[in-house]
Nanobody
C-alpha cells in the first residue's frame, strides 16, 4: 500500500501560480509513474500530467503545456505540479496518483493503483 497526501491547493488569481505537492508514504522501484489529475464540478476526471519515477518520461495534456511543470524529489518521495499562468478553467479538485506502467505511455487512468484525497484549486478571473 502507498498513501498519497496532496497539499498546496488554494485560491489564486488568473495569471497567478500555485505549486501542488504530493508526498508518498514509501518509494518504489521499476516502471512506476506519478500522475496528476483534476476534476471540475460536474465534469469527468481529466488527466493533467504524468512523470515516470526513474526514467525521464513526462506527459502533459495540451491545455496545460507550457504552463504546468511536473517534477519529483526522490529523496522526499514527493511529486510536484508547478502551475503558472493559471486560468479560471484550471479550477478543479486536483488528485495525485501512483501506479506501475508497461510499454504504453502515459499510463491509462486504470493503471494507477493509489490515489490521494485531492486538493482544491480555485482560480478567480
Amino acid at each position: 500500500q502507498v498513501q498519497l497526501v496532496e497539499s498546496g491547493g488554494g485560491l489564486a488569481q488568473a495569471g497567478g501560480s500555485l505549486t501542488l505537492s504530493c508526498v508518498a508514504s514509501r518509494g518504489t522501484t521499476g516502471s512506476y509513474a506519478m500522475g496528476w489529475f483534476r476534476q471540475a464540478s460536474g465534469k469527468e476526471r481529466e488527466y493533467v500530467a504524468a512523470k515516470s519515477w526513474t526514467a525521464s518520461r513526462v506527459y502533459y495534456v495540451d491545455s496545460v503545456k507550457g504552463r504546468f511543470t511536473i517534477s519529483r524529489d526522490a529523496a522526499k518521495i514527493t511529486v510536484y505540479l508547478q502551475m503558472n499562468s493559471l486560468k479560471p478553467e484550471d479550477t478543479a479538485v486536483y488528485y495525485c496518483a501512483a501506479g506501475s506502467y508497461g510499454s504504453r505511455w502515459p499510463p491509462r487512468i486504470d493503471e494507477y493503483d493509489y490515489w490521494g484525497q485531492g486538493t482544491q484549486v480555485t482560480v478567480s478571473s
